[in-house]
């Protein structure tokens, strides 16, 4: 028998998250001060952020060091007198995932291997060191998010959730779940805690009065009020289930709800192709469907954002077309897009 397509990658992957993950979890709610920034585009970064990856380029950079990687992260802010007192943090950190320790200079030289300008030819890595920064913040959810892309197909995506239980129903039971896909071989789970992977797949709800629906917990990323109104249209009655991070498309995944909204709060902002690599092969493997506002297929070969597509809509593949139908006639009224 031969080894299944994108084995060595899948394995290599795990790792990388795994540890990422680990790492982040160690300074998860133990953040002090001088441990976040804001970035230039107002949003937040911690030491966590940035070390997870430095661990990840690392991995991969040992596995392929062919392969350009598409990350969010870059070192400006770790850089020069100022930013000597984050860096010395961030390398300690990142150290306490690695054999073989990285200096300041190897560290930065890590982070910016995440610099590539992404496109539509050849291999390359998206990576979202933590998703939901926000959501780390507050003690909430975050995930660790790559994904390989080949000429512009999400081909395998490899996911950490520290902080989301293992079973949706025991909230309060263990916590810590790694979901993998490899495009055409399905979507597993398995828990940070145990080698086993347990096939996944999305809920084939029979009527949208019985469905849920995911979306982002800040309304800045995500206009709450069009999805309240989407809703209605649809007949789901459930309140949504607010999380932040791609941890909503792994809880579509798993068959924990029914339908993802993203919806643009304003008409410039781009998505980012680390936003959603991972999480939209998740959900396509697990019988789903995943579009932007328009039905139209996320595209991932446009460089470092999706910038030929408009939110995201994810849903069972039974209900896509008439999520689309309501997200249409609610967002354009008149028939215009
Ligand atoms: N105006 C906006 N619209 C949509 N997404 C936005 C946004 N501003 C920031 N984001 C993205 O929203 C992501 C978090 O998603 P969610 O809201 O679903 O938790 C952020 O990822 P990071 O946390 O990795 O920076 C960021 O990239
Ligand atoms: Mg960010
Ligand atoms: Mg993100
Ligand atoms: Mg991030």
């Known amino acids: 028998m031969s080894a299944l397509k994108f084995a060595a990658e899948r394995a290599v992957a795990i790792h990388a998250v795994l540890t990422a993950s680990k790492v982040c979890q160690r ?23 940035f070390s997870a990856q430095a661990v990840i380029n690392t991995f991969l950079h ?50 910016d291997r995440g610099m590539y300008a992404g496109g539509a030819h050849g291999r390359m ?14 003690g909430e959810q975050f995930a660790v998010c790559l994904a390989l892309i080949v000429d512009g197909q999400v081909e395998l995506g490899v996911m950490g959730c520290p902080n989301l239980p293992v079973d949706v129903k025991d909230q309060n039971g263990e916590k810590g779940c790694l979901f993998i896909t490899v495009k055409g071989q399905g979507a597993f789970q398995r828990n940070f805690s145990s ?8 809920s084939a709800i ?3 009065n019985d469905a849920s629906f995911c979306e982002s917990v800040e309304s800045g990323h995500s206009n709450q009020s069009d999805s ?16 932040d991070s791609q941890c909503k498309y792994s809880t579509l995944a798993r068959g924990d709800a029914e339908v993802y909204l993203r919806l643009p709060v304003n ?18 493997e697990a019988g789903g469907i995943v579009s932007d506002i328009h039905g139209k297929p996320l595209d991932f070969s446009k460089g470092r954002t999706l910038a030929t597509n ?28």
């Open 310 to 337: 408009s939110g995201v809509v994810a849903a069972h593949a039974k209900i896509h077309n008439k999520v689309i139908e309501a997200v249409q006639k609610v967002l354009f009224p008149d028939g215009k897009l």
């Open 195 to 202: 080698l086993t992977e347990t096939p996944i797949s999305m």
């Open 62 to 111: 040992n596995s392929f060091p062919a392969d350009p990687i598409v990350g969010e992260e870059d070192s400006k802010d770790l850089r020069g007198e100022e930013g000597r007192p984050m860096r010395e943090k961030v390398l300690e950190l990142a150290n306490s995932g690695l054999d073989s320790p990285l200096t300041e200079e190897t560290l930065i030289e890590a982070i």
């Open 267 to 284: 008409a410039t902002y781009e998505e980012k192709i680390w936003d959603h690599a991972t999480g939209s092969l998740l959900v396509s």
């Open 27 to 49: 300074v998860f709610t133990k953040l002090v001060n001088g441990e976040t920034i804001t970035k230039k585009d107002k949003s937040p970064v911690t030491i966590a952020d």
């Open 206 to 208: 029979q009527s949208l």
């Open 228 to 243: 309240a109104r989407i809703a209605h249209l649809l007949g789901i009655t459930k309140p949504p289930v607010r999380m």
């Open 125 to 138: 890595w998206a990576l979202d060191p933590i998703d939901g920064t926000k959501g780390f913040l507050r």
